[in-house]
């Protein structure tokens, strides 16, 4: 999925600025500042705004991107695994 993340082309409409979100919006809770990062091309989404993908929109995209691509990766245990964890104490 990171090649995918890495290959990306920016958005050329408010759908793939939606969709884009939509997807990264996903892992919000692993991407320190994602709101505060997400704000230029959130403010696209606002209705009667006119679709300007600007520099600062394309750093957003840019550095999200980044974000999600080192992003941890948060996966469930797999309880058939013959080893555990344990702890000391």
Not at 10 to 18: A, D, L, S
Not at 20 to 37: E, P, T, V, W
Not at 76 to 87: A, G, K, V
């Amino acid at each position: 999925k990171v090649e995918v993340i890495e290959k990306l082309p920016p958005p050329t409409n408010v759908k793939g600025i939606r969709s884009f979100l939509g997807h990264a919006g996903f892992y919000r809770r692993f991407i320190q500042d994602f709101s505060k990062i997400a704000k230029p091309l959130s403010n696209l989404l606002v209705k009667d705004t006119p679709f300007e993908l600007n520099e600062e929109c394309l750093k957003a995209f840019e550095a999200l991107k980044a974000k999600l691509i080192s992003a941890p990766v948060i996966i469930s245990p797999n309880w058939n695994m013959s080893e555990r964890l344990q702890r000391n104490g």
